[in-house]
């Protein structure tokens, strides 16, 4: 598979995280730990198949014990700290902090071997971001620093998913079939713990039931597999700043649903997410020309 290949295989999973805001209104009035724990194991199963049908389960054998643990640290990890700042913060500006991450993979990125962080990666960022925030913080009514504990979270959330990223590429040898037991201990895990701190609630309708299986399907399953494609094979930079493109696809999803309504600060945070990108491209295309 060729870098800009694996580049788009892993904005794959930007679109598939788009309608994840969509399918878990649509769970209502499921708790988050237990839809994280029905979610990743379905992912975790979908895997398990593929590599049945791969013959790759000699491969996960191979796979060091660190690896794993660090795989669903990742994945775990982030989840529990993106739940647990939202109960902590109010959403909007919680949300906001938590979208640093893929401004941290830009920049985190400049350490890895072989790859050079220029101007325009980061300004590329930086534009793209503020897209972003337009967006995730426009339900914002400032921040509280009695919110403080949620905001704390929220970035560590942030430089949780940076830091798996960004150590995914370094891991390169890694076959993706790993991700399979990352979904399936991270389904343990969230299992767990909502036996300790939630209540279990199933959905109520048939609605909700199709929209947890989508979500085990694609934004909490195919797509760990795809981004884990995309950082350890393709232009981890660029899809870094292609990565501010989900909260924008997140609100078309919901205005399309009827969910939300349209407004001209969406016109405005799609020019700047889409510039973002593009200056983002330019110099991932200076550098290979170079």
């Not at 895997?47 to 643990?69: D, H, K, N």
């Not at 972003?132 to 914002?140: K, Q």
Request: net charge positive.
């Amino acid at each position: 598979m060729t870098k800009g290949w694996a580049t788009l295989t892993g904005f794959g999973a930007v679109l598939l995280w788009s309608l994840l805001a969509l399918l878990t209104v649509q769970t209502a009035p499921v708790p988050p730990l237990q839809l994280n724990a029905v979610c990743f194991g379905l992912g975790g199963l979908i895997g398990l198949i593929w590599v049945a049908a791969t013959g790759s389960m000699g491969a996960l054998r191979a796979v060091p014990l660190r690896v794993y643990v660090f795989g669903t640290a990742g994945l775990f990890g982030y989840h529990l700290l993106y739940f647990s700042a939202l109960r902590l913060a109010p959403a909007a500006e919680a949300g906001l902090i938590a979208y640093l991450w893929p401004l941290l993979i830009v920049l985190l990125s400049g350490m890895l071997p072989g790859e050079k962080l220029v101007a325009r990666h980061i300004f590329g960022a930086l534009l793209a971001f503020a897209g972003a925030a337009l967006i995730v913080s426009s339900g914002a009514a400032g921040f509280d620093l009695s919110h403080a504990p949620g905001y704390a979270l929220a970035f560590i959330c942030a430089l949780t998913w940076a830091v798996y990223s960004v150590v995914s590429r370094r891991l390169g040898d890694v076959p993706t079939a790993s991700v399979t037991v990352f979904c399936l201990a991270t389904s343990l895990l969230s299992a767990a713990a909502h036996l300790m701190i939630e209540t279990t609630v199933w959905p109520g309708s048939g609605q909700g039931w199709f929209a947890m299986a989508a979500l085990g399907l694609g934004p909490v399953g195919l797509a760990f597999f795809i981004w884990d494609i995309g950082v350890k094979r393709g232009d981890i930079q660029l899809l870094g700043v292609a990565s501010y493109a989900a909260p924008l696809l997140s609100t078309l999803a919901l205005i399309l649903a009827g969910i939300a309504s349209p407004s001209g600060t969406l016109l405005v945070a799609a020019g700047l997410i889409a510039g973002g990108a593009a200056l983002a491209a330019s110099a991932s295309a200076r550098r290979r020309a170079g």
